[in-house]
């Protein structure tokens, strides 16, 4: 049985370079839920967090 040899440092690359996850959000331009939000709820048992302002980022 032949081993097989896989470069783990290319196989694992990150998008991110390590840093807190607030930094990330920030870049993302996550949209703040906190205190922001509605639910809509579906007939198949699914909710889902709908912003109310859209432009409150983190």
């Keep these: 049985m032949r081993r097989l040899n ?3 440092s290319k196989h694992n690359h990150k998008p991110y370079p390590p840093s807190t996850l607030q930094e990330r959000l920030k870049k993302d331009k996550a949209i703040d839920l906190r205190n922001n ?3 809509k709820e579906y007939p198949n048992g699914y909710i889902k967090a709908i912003p109310i302002d859209e ?3 983190l």
């Design 6 to 8: 896989i470069n783990t």
């Design 37 to 39: 939000y509605r639910i």
């Design 55 to 57: 432009n409150k980022y």
